[in-house]
């Protein structure tokens, strides 16, 4: 579904991303974890497409099509999905209209009709009962006076809308005490398919617990260092990121 062959990326003047190799396939889950400034909030937005950075070498193929020209909206529309960080606040636009907008600007960019209101509303009521949020929550501004908790967990209501084939969360764990990261990681389990992958972005080995990865990379100045199964992630909770970087400055 993604491959990624040695990737070059650069903000401003500053080079991030040294030479990134990666392969996702569906029905895949892929942790990439490191310490912090290795670049794996850059994976993230490059994959995505964020026009503050720019590639200046490698290539990023999605669906076996060269995606390095296209816009974020594009790659969106062709079904990759970033969960922020740090998701931006819109006051004055509810959650449901904003999901309405996204969902028809997809719908059209692919040729179809505007999805009917009455299958939106059934879509939303089934989406927000499997993600346990309350449907009062649903008029409210996007984002707008939300929790840490609340805006993550919105962040996989909108995943869980468009369902995209690739799915990015970058540090959705961040800020989340134990009951809101369980919550979060439960949404993202019950949203993993055989025709869709999860690329999981994270400092902590305590998210993999609940969304558990069939791979772990480890990047380090840059690039994938290491890569190994679930196990990777409790050897590094155990020994942090030192070794991993002895081994490769040796």
Known sequence: MLKIEN????????????GINLEVNPGEVHAIMGPNGSG???????????????????????????????????????????SFQYPVEIPGVSVTN????????????????????????????????LLEIDRKFLSRSLNDGFSGGEKKRNEIFQMAMLEPQLAILDETDSGLDIDALRIVANGVNKLKSKDNAVIVITHYQRLLDYIVPDFVHVLHNGRIVKSGGKELAHELEEKGYDWVKEGVNA
């Open 40 to 82: 794996k909030s850059t994976l993230a937005s490059v994959i995505a497409g964020k026009e503050d950075y720019e590639v200046t070498k490698g290539k990023i193929i999605f669906n076996n099509e060269d995606i390095d020209d296209l816009a974020a909206e594009e790659r969106a529309h062709k079904g990759i999905f970033l």
């Open 7 to 18: 990737l070059h990326a650069r903000v401003e003047d500053k080079s991030i991303l040294k």
């Open 98 to 129: 904003f999901m309405k907008t996204a969902i028809n600007e997809t719908r059209k960019a692919q040729g179809l009709e505007e999805m009917p209101a009455k299958d939106l509303l059934k879509l939303i009521r089934d989406k927000s009962e």
